[in-house]
């Protein structure tokens, strides 16, 4: 599996309800495409949300996200961690 940092622009305010219920949407569903979410962040002030995943490849985050009501902007693959 590859881990992956997806990134949301415009979401302009979202609170932590929002955040939760959009990482839940991905949850329910990552299963049909292989994907494991592991974690969501947030900026309100900003609008931009990022998403840690692994996944078999980035096509398979994007159906998911985009299953789930809101397609990632941008999708990188993050092939080096510590």
Known sequence: MATF???HHGMDGITAEELEAAHQADLAIERSEGVTF???WA???SGTVWCLSEAPSADAVQRVHERA????DE????PLSV
């Open 75 to 78: 999708i990188h693959s993050v």
């Open 5 to 7: 940092m997806d990134v």
């Open 69 to 72: 009501g809101h397609k990632p």
């Open 38 to 40: 592991k974690q969501a």
């Open 43 to 45: 900026d309100p002030a």
